[in-house]
């Protein structure tokens, strides 16, 4: 039953990568992604911008896999609001809808004015549900990553009941915070195998 739960959470959550994991922990195909949006913000920028400036954080799957870097804290002007997303659709960047990061962004953001291709980082949702006092819950809240174009959340979900008898049975609740604007919704979810 143990297994079924890991297999069914795998397919059914969204899965994330990253937070400080060693590049090792990736599968070929994952480093490949990361390749992907390196390489973009290289074209984009220059590598010594990537190197100098940014630090990879992670990549999470969700409709279309998101490959985050922040920019480093002491370079960082808002050290909340300094996550660069790239979004993949296979082995492609999105550039239509999604990945909109710019040198003027960036030029903008250093010289202190705010942008909407510049995000709220993880760090930042997690203080949020923290001063919110939310749940933990029964078990370490799962954090995770999700949406696309001008929907996409930092989701922190807490597990308030689980029970494998006589089926796997979850429920709990989700913070979740806009990237773009900060906004906060908290919704109730249930898992049922």
Excluded at 71 to 79: G, V
Excluded at 96 to 112: A, D, L
């Amino acid at each position: 039953m143990k297994y079924t739960l890991l297999i069914f959470l795998i397919l059914t959550n969204v899965k994330c990568f990253g937070q400080g994991s060693d590049s090792k922990d990736y599968s070929d195909s994952e480093r490949k992604k990361i390749q992907i949006a390196e390489n973009f913000l290289i074209e984009t920028f220059s590598e010594t911008f990537l190197n100098d400036t940014l630090e990879f954080k992670g990549l999470y799957k969700s409709v279309l896999d998101m490959v985050a870097f922040e920019i480093k804290n002491d370079l960082s002007t808002d050290t909340s609001r300094n996550m660069i997303l790239v979004f993949l659709n296979g082995e492609n960047v999105e550039t239509e809808y999604n990945t909109k990061i710019t040198r003027q962004n960036v030029y903008n953001y250093f010289k202190g004015v705010s942008n909407e291709n510049i995000y709220l980082n993880h760090d930042y949702a997690l203080s949020l549900a923290k001063r919110a006092n939310f749940e933990k819950g029964i078990k370490g809240w799962i954090i995770s990553i999700s949406g696309v174009a001008d929907s996409v959340w930092w989701t922190v979900k807490s597990y308030q009941k689980v029970d494998y008898d006589p089926v796997y049975s979850a429920n709990g609740k989700d913070f979740k915070v806009n990237i773009r604007d900060g906004k906060i919704k908290i919704s109730e979810w249930v898992e049922i195998e």
